[in-house]
């Protein structure tokens, strides 16, 4: 597979990179804000990085006779933004998500799932709290994984939070009974998990009719085939 | 609600007695393997006592005009004692399980969702192992509720067993992948746990039209009225 | 042993009851706020109950011709309070402590001699944690035990509360380097722990000479003789 | 600082560069099993390969007119290289441990705490198990460190061995009595947390007196001055 870049020389750039290397994947085409660098039509275009460049990555997508499938993982774009990718996606398979790691899916379908069957909101019987640990650089509390995991609840859902040492990042929701305790926890052990699940994502994505896909949809792909 | 407990003077009958009594229930029937008191009809019989009081415990639900509903959680009973039961549920609601725990119900749910979600067997991403831990008394190993939650899974799963001090009771799922670590881990605080599951499931027994019904079964009564 | 107990009616009164007499001891002397009971000298007093009781039990201790040595438990007494103890204690042996367990003491131990290693405060590289988990009744955060755990500490530690469904009482001390990361972890099983200590405290003090004795110097006691 | 570096391209010795470049550190000597390099004499020589590179190594830190210091943290080193590194630490500083972490070094010295403070094999009241978790590709079991921390104990040690997914390495010591339960647990974060502890060795062997010293010596030496 022939893959763009954009955003190559950050620091979730080099993790991609790497990823993608070892899966014997070619980068013909990378750009960051200073440098842009295009060998030849790339078979996906991936673009974990900053708000500022979307429009670009936007551009280059269509460029192309056939334009380009995009993965995108970055955070903090706004509604306009969302909107034009969703214009994109009429044209070309889109993956977009907040998070590409496997857990954290999984993390999710649990809490969802938690709430289907347990009637957590319909009585008193059990608490919930969220409990959130990351390095000391992370200054952002809760994160936005935890934010996430509380918005599955239809009630409001205490959180802890702890920033200390080198924490890659830990999530456990727990579901306290009078007599007993539930505890589901993920814990990262590496940013490359997030890399895996973009280098999962483009490569079912090169595949894919035009429409835009969630993390999840993906996922979905590979247990129907699996 | 009148009920009768069969197995009154054990660990469990206890128990069960102080959940029922602080429910406002009155106990109008009792049993153990000396003694018999049997004031008036029961609305339900409630039996986690030992497989060798089993057939007595039928007949006696059988010999009141009306049968008396069933709440049975004895452990190790055979296919005919099973068969029995069944027979008698064509006659009168029959809650039977060997586990009233909700947590426990809970985890089951959750490990069921993984398989449907993850596609564990089908690749080699993921490695998932058991971990539980009980009090130094419990000679069995693994525990029941392990091997349950093991059998979940269509592939052998690894199950490490700790026996130490006056642990109440743990069971761990761990999913582990290359870059990430999930773990749904399950604590009894107290055995009262069991008793209170017994009474949940006896006021809903009393009310329910003729049929077997797991504590499964009986769970998602209360959601859909909830 | 022969054993008086102010407070013999209240939760922690019946838990010291139920410890004592699987040991067998004889409760010769009993009060509560309501009724008072003596039927001979006993050989220590075990006071686990409030302030307002303590200077009867004070007097109480005195009023043989041998003053009965104490064990007393009694949070929340002032400085008068143990002033007046320590008075006693030139007569007779009197073991005072805030915590009654033997882990908790460990958890000390630990802490102290973490700070004795590891110079914590005098540099960067390690971030310190408390977590504490209660149920969700106990209303003052953080607990006396956090607390306590962090004064070991000669700089402030941030410390998280998590007020849950029925939790005994979990406190764990994180210390967080940027490539590793240790955890002590406490977990009371059951309040009965607290009731045993109090037991091996009143065993020793029956035999201890005159004098002010904290929990930890009962336990090096046994040490020495182990 | 200028140092040498025995392995330099194997796993380890790439994150010794790393981290010592990151200190600005000079690499000026550096060999592995194919090729050597030397630019200058060393300040020290680092090395964590494998046994068979050892004699080599004693040899070059003898082979200057002021003999270099050496931080040794090649494992399975047998008595003859032990007895050999010890006639060359008559002449120069030479550190040698089997784990540079300060983390596990923390461990050791809380479970020989515990054995002092709590008479654990006096009595029968509490129960130790140790749970180590690693990595799928980790074939040994229990790993080093489990059995260092087990041989702490005066009395047999359960082990259990989790080997799954890339759990980068964790070990909890387990002290449960009947009443309560204190867990003492190490996770490594990151392999550099080794390198980072030959970094903070190879600092202080620089300007030590010859002699034989433990990774504990060398922490100690800090606490001193810190």
Redesign the interface.
């Known amino acids: 597979m022939k893959y763009g870049l954009v955003g190559y020389s950050g620091r979730m750039g080099k993790l991609i990179r790497e990823v993608f290397d070892e899966h014997g994947h070619v980068l013909v085409y990378r750009c960051d804000d200073k440098t842009e660098e295009a060998v030849e039509r790339p078979d996906v275009i991936v673009d974990f990085s900053l708000p500022e460049a979307f429009e670009k990555t936007l551009k280059t997508a269509q460029q192309y006779d056939r334009p380009v499938p995009l993965v995108v993982g970055t955070t903090a774009l706004n509604n306009d933004d969302i909107a034009d990718l969703k214009a994109v996606s009429k044209k070309v398979a889109v993956v977009y998500a907040r998070n590409f ?7 999710r ?2 809490v969802d ?2 709430n289907e ?3 957590f909101s ?2 008193e ?5 969220i ?1 959130e640990k990351h ?2 650089f992370k200054k952002d509390k809760p994160s936005g994984t935890a934010k996430m995991l509380a918005e599955a609840f239809d009630f409001n859902v ?1 959180t ?9 990042g830990e999530h456990a929701v ?17 940013p ?2 997030f890399a ?1 699940g973009a280098c999962f994502a483009a490569e079912k994505a090169v595949d894919l009719e035009p429409g835009f896909y969630t993390f999840d949809d993906i ?1 979905k792909l ?2 129907k085939n ?1």
């Open positions: 790691s496997k857990g954290i899916r999984l993390m379908k649990i799932g938690l069957w347990g009637s319909a009585n019987d059990w608490d919930v709290e409990i390095h000391r205490p802890s939070s702890i920033r200390a040492g080198g924490i890659p727990l579901i306290a009974g009078l007599g007993e305790l539930i505890e589901i926890k993920h814990q990262a052990i590496s490359r998990t895996e996922c590979e247990e699996g």
